[in-house]
């Protein structure tokens, strides 16, 4: 089993930064990509980023592009979100995904794994 944890969400004022973490644990895989959800109130869950298990490849959702940066750290199980220059529209609860190939991907269906999610609210 590989369970997912999502912390470091909260209450932002409009230009500011928040960095996510989602450590894995349990029974990890060798080589599995990893991405970023949101879902905002009354809307369905949409795509963030996704980065590769090698941390090389990397894909953001044009909503986020330039603002948003995904990374991770395998030997510590954890992959982070740094949020820059968040604005209202990105409030939502985020949530961390795995799959169980290496390759990224940006649909929901694509990944095998999800975190509880953490709130991220940005105020105008």
């Known amino acids: 089993q590989v369970q997912l944890v999502e912390s470091g969400g909260g209450l932002v004022q409009a230009g500011g930064s928040l960095r996510l973490s989602c450590a894995a644990s349990g029974r990890t895989f060798s080589s599995y990509a990893m991405g970023w959800f949101r879902q905002a109130p009354g809307k369905e869950r949409e795509f963030v980023a996704a980065?590769?298990?090698?941390?090389?490849?990397?894909y953001y959702a044009d909503s986020v592009k330039g603002r948003f940066t995904i990374s991770r750290d395998n030997a510590k199980n954890t992959m982070y979100l740094q949020m820059n220059s968040l604005k209202p529209e990105d409030t939502a609860v985020y949530y961390c995904a795995a799959r169980k190939l290496a390759i990224v991907a940006n649909t929901e269906a694509r990944y095998d794994y999800w975190g509880q999610g953490t709130q991220v609210t940005v105020s105008s």
């Open positions: 980065i590769s298990w090698s941390g090389v490849g990397t």
